[in-house]
């Protein structure tokens, strides 16, 4: 199992704009080894949109999740620039401090920026 788990993608975002983001913890159900990964697309209208698109495909590779709270990501790929920021009305202000470094792992050559302002 922690082979699937280091499968996983911490990051999956789109490409272009500014949309809802969630962080989750994934574990291995019944096992000890977890990570942090973030989650964020304009198609969800609401945070808990984005989770119930998540949890069931972890579900699926024989993990469970929690969602840690939520924001939202402003995404410039022409400049390279990201800024995290924002929260979730159902879940929760997310550790944006945690979510800028999930983002620097994939992201390596972008300016990322994050604060706790609700815009």
């Known amino acids: 199992m922690a082979e ?14 500014t949309f809802k983001y969630i962080l989750l913890t994934v574990k291995v159900k019944d096992g000890d080894g977890h ?6 697309t304009k198609s969800a209208e609401y945070h808990n949109h984005i989770f119930e698109k998540v949890n069931p495909a972890m ?3 024989g993990m469970e999740c929690k969602c840690l709270g ?15 920021f924002g929260e979730s009305t159902a879940f929760g202000k997310a ?19 994050w604060s706790d302002d609700k815009k």
């Open 4 to 17: 699937a788990l280091a499968k996983i993608p911490v990051v999956e975002i789109d490409s272009e704009g």
């Open 59 to 61: 579900e699926a590779l």
């Open 70 to 84: 939520g924001g939202k990501i402003e995404h410039n790929s022409q400049e390279k620039k990201l800024r995290v």
């Open 35 to 40: 990570k942090d990964i973030v989650r964020g």
């Open 95 to 113: 550790d944006h401090s945690v979510s800028a470094e999930k983002l620097k792992s994939a992201f390596s050559d972008y300016e990322i920026t």
